[in-house]
C-alpha cells in the first residue's frame, strides 16, 4: 500500500521558520515527482514547489520563491519543504504529494497524496 506521511508543522511567530518532512512507503520516491501543495480554509489549493524525480528541477510558486527551499532524500524515502522567513498569509494544510511521470502542474494530476501537516503563522 503507498502512503505518504507529513510531519513537522506547528504554531510560529512570523519570520520563524519550519522545516515540513514527508515520508513514503510502500515504493521509493526515487521514480516520482513530488511536491508540497497547501490549502487554507476558504481558499483554493495551491502548488508551493515541485521537485522532479532527480532533483535536478525544481518549481516554486511566486509567493514563497526566496523563502521555501525543496528538497528529497532518495535514500531516505523523503521530501522536505524548509521555510523560512514565515508570514501568517503562510498558514494552511500542507500536503505531500507524488507522480509517477513529469511534473504535473495541476494538483488534480497528481496520484497519491498524504493527510497533511498543519503550519500555522502568527503575527
Known amino acids: 500500500q503507498v502512503q505518504l506521511v507529513e510531519s513537522g508543522g506547528g504554531s510560529v511567530q512570523a519570520e520563524g521558520s519550519l522545516r515540513l518532512s514527508c515520508v513514503a512507503s510502500?515504493?521509493?520516491?526515487?521514480?516520482?515527482?513530488m511536491g508540497w501543495f497547501r490549502q487554507a480554509p476558504g481558499k483554493e489549493r495551491e502548488g508551493v514547489a515541485t521537485?522532479?524525480?532527480?532533483?535536478?528541477?525544481?518549481d516554486y510558486a511566486d509567493s514563497v520563491k526566496g523563502r521555501f527551499t525543496i528538497s528529497r532524500d532518495n535514500a531516505q524515502n523523503t521530501l522536505y519543504l524548509q521555510m523560512n522567513s514565515l508570514k501568517p498569509e503562510d498558514t494552511a494544510m500542507y500536503y505531500c504529494a507524488a507522480d509517477p511521470g513529469f511534473c504535473p502542474r495541476k494538483a488534480d494530476d497528481y496520484k497519491y497524496w498524504g493527510q497533511g501537516t498543519q503550519v500555522t503563522v502568527s503575527s
Open positions: 521537485i522532479s524525480a532527480s532533483g535536478r528541477s525544481t
Open positions: 510502500g515504493y521509493t520516491i526515487s521514480n516520482y515527482c
